[in-house]
């Protein structure tokens, strides 16, 4: 009697349970068919006021399509025609599975490249791939990526006033949901200021009508909110602050100083894109921990950054460099030069792109912190799955893919635009201007 004989003889003896088993090993060792891309279309909706872009793939598989974040609010039409007119015919009938080969393809066929509208075309289908990838696999992306490197991602709250102790109170709030990471603003009297509510004051006087903004009594102001954090605060509680680049580089240097002895987590974009060697200079002048890259488009800006170890937060927004694939390899370049990530996640970030930030930060070693901006409950019925937010950290959906569900019938009842006012009604959701009491523009 042969080997093989005996080997026949004892499979049959095997009960009906474990042939199964071998049955099915074998199967997954095959693997599923590749899917092929049927459809590509987008899902344009403005829940909360501000638009929210969504690419969704189709595949010839009954039941498998994944959903992509492509929010680029203050241009977001342009993103629309981007995805319809130019990706779609490229890539319906290509594989579904080959996902960086396929954002290689899209990314360089522009020829030109870099730029926000592309890019975030781009990171909309990217991140339907990688949704559907999951769902192929019956895995939350991250487990794709590697798996688990923490339990859930801590996050920081934005906290702002117009008043400084309107500031005080808002952070308390967040205090008392958990949150050990805050970042502060505060409105400026008279005066336009980024990210909080307008100081109660008489407008100051300009050589234009629209909204004025002076560097020096920003500074000023703010320094006196930290002055005031430090000493009604506890001291463990970390703060952060956005600069939002609106100094010049000798005043963001200046400032740079002046804010080490508040010990803040991190001081974020305090130089524009325009201005990055300054960064070099201002490495050597202080040990302010420097976050930056929320504008950052291209691999020139922020491989010289992490490389040099210029900076000690890269905050790039996902869906403007291209999506989860280029982003998992910013995630790497900074974790061989111990610079940490601080994934850009503001209000016009889809909760798609959430969901991609929260697999991002449980999947690099060198994770530093999270910016979060909740979900009102519109948003969660119109995306339901949401990444799940308790005592400050913020938790992945477990199911298969982003595990979020757009319900797409809901969203259409929101379309660009519904509800915008003043400069945002007038621009098509895009920004207006702000400038100096001399009539110079600032940078925003």
């Known amino acids: 009697m042969n080997r093989r004989h005996l080997l026949g003889l004892a499979a049959a003896a095997l009960p009906a349970r474990h042939l199964a088993a071998q049955e099915r090993a074998a199967r997954a060792v095959r693997g599923m068919p590749s899917p092929k891309i049927k459809d590509v279309s987008f899902i344009a909706?403005?829940?909360?006021?501000?638009?929210?872009?969504?690419?969704?793939?189709?595949?010839?598989?009954?039941?498998?399509?994944?959903?992509?974040?492509?929010?680029y609010t203050?241009?977001?039409?342009?993103?629309?025609?981007?995805?319809?007119?130019?990706?779609?015919?490229?890539?319906?009938?290509?594989?579904?599975?080959?996902?960086?080969?396929?954002?290689q393809a899209c990314y360089n066929s522009s020829y030109w490249r870099n730029g926000p509208v592309l890019n975030n075309a781009i990171s909309g289908v990217d991140q339907a791939l990688w949704d559907i990838k999951g769902r192929q696999a019956g895995m939350p992306v991250y487990q794709l990526l590697g798996g688990k490197l923490r339990e859930a991602?801590?996050?920081?709250?934005?906290?702002?006033?117009?008043?400084?102790?309107?500031?005080?109170?808002?952070?308390?709030?967040?205090?008392?949901?958990?949150?050990?990471?805050?970042?502060?603003?505060?409105?400026?009297p008279g005066m336009a200021a980024y990210g909080s509510g307008g100081a109660v004051d008489t407008k100051v006087q300009a050589l234009?009508?629209?909204?004025?903004?002076?560097?020096?009594?920003?500074?000023?102001?703010?320094?006196?909110?930290?002055?005031?954090?430090?000493?009604?605060?506890?001291?463990?509680?970390?703060?952060?602050?956005?600069?939002?680049?609106?100094?010049?580089?000798?005043?963001?240097?200046?400032?740079?100083?002046?804010?080490?002895?508040?010990?803040?987590?991190?001081?974020?974009?305090?130089?524009?894109?325009?201005?990055?060697?300054?960064?070099?200079?201002?490495?050597?002048?202080t040990s302010t921990p420097i976050a930056m890259g929320e504008l950052f488009n291209s691999p020139h800006e922020w491989s010289p950054?992490?490389?040099?170890?210029?900076?000690?937060?890269?905050?790039?927004?996902?869906?403007?460099?291209?999506?989860?694939?280029?982003?998992?390899?910013?995630a790497i370049l900074g974790e061989h030069f111990g610079v940490k990530t601080a994934w850009h996640g503001p209000g016009d970030v889809s909760p798609i792109g959430h969901a991609a930030n929260v697999a991002l930060d449980l999947t690099s070693y060198n994770f530093g912190i999270q910016e979060y901006s909740a979900f009102s409950e519109r948003l969660q019925e119109i995306f339901v799955g949401?990444?799940?937010?308790?005592?400050?950290?913020?938790?992945?959906?477990?199911?298969?893919?982003?595990?979020?569900?757009?319900?797409?019938?809901?969203a259409k009842k929101f379309?660009?635009?519904?509800?915008?006012r003043g400069e945002r009604g007038r621009y098509n959701g895009g920004w207006g201007e702000v400038r100096r009491r001399d009539g110079t523009i600032i940078k925003q």
Request: charged share 25%; net charge negative; glycine share 8%.
């Open 305 to 330: 950054l992490i490389a040099e170890r210029l900076i000690d937060f890269i905050r790039v927004h996902v869906s403007q460099a291209g999506g989860l694939t280029p982003c998992r390899k910013i």
């Open 45 to 71: 909706t403005a829940p909360g006021g501000l638009r929210l872009g969504v690419v969704k793939i189709t595949t010839d598989q009954d039941g498998l399509y994944g959903y992509g974040c492509a929010t």
């Open 415 to 420: 379309p660009y635009g519904q509800n915008e």
């Open 386 to 410: 949401c990444p799940e937010m308790k005592n400050g950290y913020l938790y992945a959906n477990e199911k298969p893919g982003w595990g979020i569900e757009v319900n797409e019938e809901l």
């Open 153 to 188: 991602a801590d996050c920081y709250g934005h906290a702002s006033g117009g008043e400084i102790p309107e500031v005080i109170d808002s952070v308390r709030k967040y205090m008392a949901q958990g949150f050990r990471h805050v970042r502060v603003q505060v409105g400026i």
């Open 74 to 103: 203050q241009r977001a039409d342009l993103v629309v025609e981007a995805v319809n007119r130019y990706l779609k015919p490229f890539l319906v009938g290509k594989p579904a599975d080959r996902i960086d080969d396929t954002w």
């Open 208 to 285: 234009h009508t629209g909204p004025v903004y002076e560097p020096a009594v920003y500074i000023r102001r703010t320094l006196k909110l930290f002055e005031a954090c430090r000493k009604e605060l506890p001291e463990d509680l970390e703060l952060c602050h956005d600069v939002h680049e609106r100094i010049s580089p000798t005043q963001a240097l200046q400032m740079a100083r002046d804010v080490e002895k508040f010990k803040l987590f991190f001081f974020e974009d305090p130089l524009s894109p325009e201005d990055l060697a300054w960064f070099r200079i201002m490495r050597q002048q």
